[in-house]
């Protein structure tokens, strides 16, 4: 079974709005122009996009090539309600149909860190992912001396599953009802 188009513009937290990325989006910022951004109102962050980011628009574009369209299982903008700011990103890597699962990743603007802004974003990303019927798993991993990511995936309940020498790797099972 494969994810269908997604159905909604944005989710919403309390602070924050997720717009997911389009192809279209990822080309123009790979190309530095901004001009996508002007026309949803949003405004380009400190310090955003910044090499992570960068490094990761290929891959996106990669996954949303794959779907045609977002599907919610590729990655979103994270924007600051109060300024309209792009200070991060959040997401997933696609969705793996063998496994029913989607692997999170996530990065916020270090003007914008430890400010809670992740651990938002992440619920209520992961509240939309489990809302689909064909997602069983999320996964996640990070480095081994990554504490702030340890933390966070922590908090959200996702447990460690296998770590080597570089990296520590997550899952977070579907709530059964």
Known sequence: MKPQTLQIASLITDRLILIPFTIQICDNLLKADFSDLDKLNLIKGKSWPDQ??????????TNLSQEGLPTGFESWMLVKKETSEVIGDL???????????????????KEERQKGYALEA??????????????????????????SSINLLQKLNFKEVQKDNDMIYWSLLKPIK
Do not use: M
């Not at 992570?52 to 574009?61: C, K, Y």
């Not at 992912?129 to 996964?139: H, Y």
């Open 52 to 61: 992570d980011v960068l490094e990761t628009l290929p891959r996106i574009i």
């Open 122 to 147: 992440t619920k209520k990303l992961i509240f939309w992912a489990f809302s689909n019927k064909i997602l069983r798993e999320i996964t996640a991993k990070c480095l081994v001396e990554n504490q």
């Open 91 to 109: 997401g997933f890597k696609g969705f793996n149909s063998k496994e029913n699962n989607a692997d999170l990743g996530y990065g916020i603007i």
